[in-house]
């Protein structure tokens, strides 16, 4: 994994101080090749010895090799613009799609061996003990935010989606005990859903975290944390490998509550489809 995959999706449990490093790299990350270690550790507030530990977990042998590493990747990108790094300017179309094809398998197979079954379930029993399910997101997140609203609300289940911040935020402040929160975001760590998370707790509703990062304050906030693959980069952001971790991981959900709850979700499948058809028939006439 490259340096700033490794900064965004870190491998190994951080420390304060390495967050705080790696907070700062992303923020500065055209600086970060051509500045010193000592001035890097009196701008962050920490050691150098600190600033050493944390390149070393990232996979460098030491700041040069870090600094090295991460010109190379800043260069490559800005070539590429906001491509894959594996994509080439000057390739066919059919070969862009045989990657991107490959890219998006691969979040597939590797969501699959991240999900854990008692999750799954747990999270369907969740929304079936429900009294009304919120499913909030951000950005690309909200996108499927409101997809999972929709496939839940046509069998039956009383549900609502917001992806706006003023309106997750007085959703939240008005929700109530016996409701849940899904929280969709592949970072974990958005200030409008992390805001939105605390108020909807401090009215003690349940809370599920569907991300792509399991260590993220989102997850340690939640009642339950259904975990995605996800390897995007913060120029990759909105990734179709990581909107389809999202969407299998809502859709493996939607799947076991219909399982639980099959004739009724079947018969309510129903009803939402005949009423879908007489209006567009209507629309035609």
Same mark, same amino acid.
């Given at each position: 994994?490259?340096?700033?995959?490794? =900064?965004? *999706?870190?491998?190994?449990?951080?420390?304060?101080?390495?967050?705080?490093?790696?907070? $700062?790299?992303?923020?500065?990350?055209?600086?970060?090749?051509?500045?010193? =270690?000592? !001035?890097?550790?009196?701008?962050?507030?920490?050691? /150098?010895? !600190?600033?050493?530990?944390?390149?070393?977990?990232?996979?460098?042998?030491?700041?040069?090799?870090?600094?090295?590493?991460?010109? #190379?990747?800043? &260069?490559? *990108?800005?070539?590429?613009?906001?491509?894959?790094?594996?994509?080439?300017?000057?390739?066919?179309?059919?070969?862009?799609?045989?990657?991107?094809?490959?890219?998006? =398998?691969?979040?597939?197979?590797?969501?699959?061996?991240?999900?854990?079954?008692?999750?799954?379930?747990?999270?369907?029993?969740?929304?079936?003990?429900?009294?009304?399910?919120?499913?909030?997101?951000?950005?690309?997140?909200?996108?499927?935010?409101? /997809?999972?609203?929709? #496939?839940?609300?046509?069998?039956?289940?009383?549900?609502?989606?917001?992806?706006?911040?003023?309106?997750?935020?007085?959703?939240?402040?008005?929700? *109530?005990?016996?409701?849940?929160?899904?929280?969709?975001?592949?970072?974990?760590?958005?200030?409008?859903?992390?805001?939105?998370?605390?108020?909807?707790?401090?009215?003690?509703?349940?809370?599920?975290?569907?991300?792509?990062?399991?260590?993220?304050?989102?997850? #340690?906030?939640?009642?339950?944390?259904?975990?995605? $693959?996800?390897?995007?980069?913060?120029?990759? &952001?909105?990734?179709?490998?990581?909107?389809?971790?999202?969407?299998?991981?809502?859709?493996?959900? $939607?799947? /076991?509550?219909?399982?639980?709850?099959?004739?009724?979700?079947?018969?309510?499948?129903?009803? &939402?489809?005949?009423?879908?058809? #007489?209006?567009? !028939?209507?629309?035609?006439?």
């Amino acid at each position: 994994m490259s340096i700033i995959g490794n =900064i965004n *999706r870190p491998k190994f449990r951080p420390t304060k101080s390495d967050k705080l490093i790696m907070k $700062y790299v992303l923020e500065n990350i055209d600086e970060i090749p051509y500045m010193q =270690i000592s !001035t890097m550790a009196k701008k962050i507030g920490t050691g /150098e010895a !600190t600033i050493t530990r944390c390149v070393k977990k990232l996979g460098c042998d030491g700041f040069q090799e870090f600094k090295l590493g991460l010109a #190379k990747e800043i &260069t490559i *990108r800005e070539q590429n613009n906001i491509l894959d790094s594996s994509i080439k300017q000057n390739e066919s179309a059919t070969e862009t799609a045989s990657k991107l094809a490959s890219a998006d =398998i691969r979040a597939l197979e590797e969501t699959m061996k991240i999900l854990k079954n008692e999750d799954i379930e747990k999270a369907a029993s969740m929304i079936l003990d429900a009294d009304k399910t919120c499913f909030i997101g951000i950005g690309f997140s909200g996108i499927v935010s409101v /997809e999972s609203s929709f #496939k839940f609300m046509r069998i039956g289940i009383d549900c609502a989606s917001y992806d706006n911040n003023h309106m997750m935020l007085m959703m939240a402040s008005i929700i *109530r005990e016996g409701d849940l929160v899904v929280a969709i975001s592949n970072s974990g760590e958005t200030s409008e859903i992390i805001n939105t998370v605390n108020i909807a707790k401090k009215n003690n509703a349940k809370i599920i975290a569907i991300t792509g990062n399991h260590q993220s304050t989102l997850c #340690k906030l939640a009642d339950l944390c259904i975990h995605h $693959y996800s390897d995007e980069s913060i120029l990759e &952001t909105g990734s179709m490998p990581t909107k389809l971790g999202q969407l299998f991981a809502v859709e493996l959900i $939607y799947t /076991e509550v219909v399982k639980y709850n099959i004739i009724e979700s079947t018969n309510n499948k129903i009803k &939402t489809t005949d009423a879908i058809k #007489k209006l567009d !028939t209507k629309s035609y006439k």
